[in-house]
């Protein structure tokens, strides 16, 4: 098992959602975050004053898959979030020692 973890533009939640369900991926957790890479920060100009965002907001998924669909779901994120341009965020593969149903007790693969 795998945990992918995609940091994307929140306005690609929907088209990746929607990719990622073709694939069979039935469940996700989605958080707001906020960070920069190399797209560093900008400067936004409130009520005459300019000032810098150092931080951008980004949407943050986190995936647990079994290993076999791992290159689909990290195709899929790619194309459905890639827009070609600075800050299209990055994606995460790790290792999912284990994952339990708490309702059932259910564990390993079944329980995702």
Do not use: C
Not at 48 to 59: H, M, R, T
Not at 68 to 81: P, Q, R
Not at 89 to 108: C, N
């Amino acid at each position: 098992m795998k945990l992918v973890t995609a940091v994307i533009k929140p306005f690609k939640l929907d088209a990746v959602r929607e990719a990622l369900a073709q694939h069979g991926v039935n469940g996700m957790t989605v958080t707001e975050v906020k960070g920069f890479g190399r797209q560093k920060g900008h400067t936004e100009l409130y009520r005459g004053a300019e000032y810098v965002v150092d931080f951008i907001p980004k949407v943050r998924i986190d995936i647990g898959i079994e290993d076999d669909v791992l290159d689909a779901v990290i195709e899929s994120i790619t194309t459905s979030a890639g827009t070609g341009k600075i800050g299209d965020g990055k994606i995460f593969v790790s290792e999912l020692i284990q994952a339990v149903r708490i309702r059932t007790g259910e564990d390993g693969p079944v329980a995702l």
